[in-house]
Nanobody, 123 residues
Framework: QVQLVESGGGLVQAGGSLRLSCAAS????????MGWFRQAPGKEREFVAA????????VYADSAKGRFTISRENAKNTVYLQMNSLKPEDTAVYYC????????????????WGQGTQVTVSS
């Protein structure tokens, strides 16, 4: 089990960039795949990106490909989401979570969710 705290959200204009951070505590972090999800008002939580425990493999939602980059620094117990070319439709609360199941994309296969960080992109 890990405890996760997201940060780095904020208000940005369309076309701008933000880097989200997810700080983890707990000895198992370095052995866990990690994911970023987002939830917009009135919508279900959706997958954004995920990374393997070593950082050697990544998976992205189609909406994130080419614009977002997930990375991790195990020495700092931190996962990042670099978001470039932001669009108003990227507005949501962004969550990080630890992967415990077999799927990389399914919300149900993640746990230990953080409290989320708000990202708002103005047009």
């Amino acid at each position: 089990q890990v405890q996760l705290v997201e940060s780095g959200g904020g208000l940005v204009q369309a076309g701008g960039s933000l880097r989200l951070s997810c700080a983890a505590s707990g000895r198992t972090f370095r052995s866990l795949g990690m994911g970023w999800f987002r939830q917009a008002p009135g919508k279900e939580r959706e997958f954004v990106a995920a990374i393997t425990w070593s950082g050697g493999g990544t998976v992205y939602a189609d909406s994130a490909k080419g614009r977002f980059t997930i990375s991790r620094e195990n020495a700092k117990n931190t996962v990042y989401l670099q978001m470039n070319s932001l669009k108003p439709e990227d507005t949501a609360v962004y969550y990080c979570a630890a992967r415990y199941g077999s799927s990389w994309l399914a919300v149900r296969d993640y746990g230990d969710w953080g409290q989320g960080t708000q990202v708002t992109v103005s047009s």
